[in-house]
């Protein structure tokens, strides 16, 4: 039996649009894609898409990180995610643009935002603790700055009170005072000066 969609012209046409426009929409709406770092600039990472769109070339595009002003990743060039497309513009909660968004519809890779993900060959210290790290360590702190702790290789500092603590190979110091040999200014009862190997009661 003869195809009747094909003997109707018309109909055939109006099937022919229907795809075209469904694969337009397609292409123009963000793609989820694999993705690698090749550039970080502060809270935004320029990405490369690991994927094979031949014959089509996909450009390598700078998006914001999908993270909070409160916890930040140290991002590192060469670190693995995929793209999160948006309905709408990003731009105006990205600092990219200004504005605020309306419902039209953006071209394709304009409205995405990086997720890193994990790999099989970086596990987990410990399945059941919480793990946080960076090539410079971590910083923990209080917006004011008032009061931090850092944790690097080179020990572990506190600030806080107008106080800094440092703790190292070295031992406790306290504000550029090693606790191990510091110097009281009275010895109890005697009234000079002494040094001890720790403090006095």
């Given at each position: 039996?003869?195809?009747?969609?094909?003997?109707?012209?018309?109909?055939?046409?109006?099937?022919?649009?229907?795809?075209?426009r469904a694969q337009q929409a397609i292409r123009s709406t963000g793609r989820a894609l694999?993705?690698?770092?090749?550039?970080?600039?502060?809270?935004?990472?320029?990405?490369?898409?690991?994927?094979?769109?031949?014959?089509?070339?996909?450009?390598?595009?700078?998006?914001?990180?999908?993270?909070?002003?409160?916890?930040?990743?140290?991002?590192?060039?060469?670190?693995?995610?995929?793209?999160?497309?948006?309905?709408?513009?990003?731009?105006?909660?990205?600092?990219?643009?200004?504005?605020?968004?309306?419902?039209?519809?953006?071209?394709?890779?304009?409205?995405?935002?990086?997720?890193?993900?994990?790999?099989?060959?970086?596990?987990?210290?410990?399945?059941?603790?919480?793990?946080?790290?960076?090539?410079?360590?971590?910083?923990?702190?209080?917006?004011?700055?008032?009061?931090?702790?850092?944790?690097?290789?080179?020990?572990?500092?506190?600030?806080?009170?107008?106080?800094?603590?440092?703790?190292?190979?070295?031992?406790?110091?306290?504000?550029?005072?090693?606790?191990?040999?510091?110097?009281?200014?009275?010895?109890p009862g005697t009234g000079t000066p002494t040094e001890t190997g720790g403090p006095q009661?």
């Amino acid at each position: 039996m003869a195809n009747n969609s094909a003997k109707l012209w018309i109909q055939q046409s109006l099937n022919d649009t229907a795809i075209q426009r469904a694969q337009q929409a397609i292409r123009s709406t963000g793609r989820a894609l694999p993705c690698s770092v090749v550039a970080v600039q502060g809270a935004l990472v320029t990405v490369k898409f690991e994927v094979d769109s031949a014959p089509w070339t996909l450009p390598q595009i700078t998006i914001p990180k999908a993270e909070s002003q409160w916890v930040r990743m140290p991002t590192q060039v060469g670190d693995l995610g995929v793209t999160i497309p948006g309905d709408v513009s990003l731009a105006g909660v990205s600092g990219m643009g200004s504005g605020i968004a309306n419902m039209g519809r953006r071209g394709n890779l304009a409205t995405l935002v990086f997720l890193p993900l994990s790999n099989k060959n970086s596990p987990p210290i410990d399945q059941d603790a919480a793990q946080i790290e960076g090539p410079n360590g971590a910083i923990i702190r209080t917006s004011s700055g008032s009061a931090s702790l850092t944790v690097n290789d080179d020990g572990i500092t506190m600030s806080f009170g107008g106080k800094t603590v440092l703790l190292n190979g070295s031992g406790l110091t306290i504000d550029g005072v090693l606790f191990d040999t510091h110097t009281h200014l009275y010895a109890p009862g005697t009234g000079t000066p002494t040094e001890t190997g720790g403090p006095q009661s």
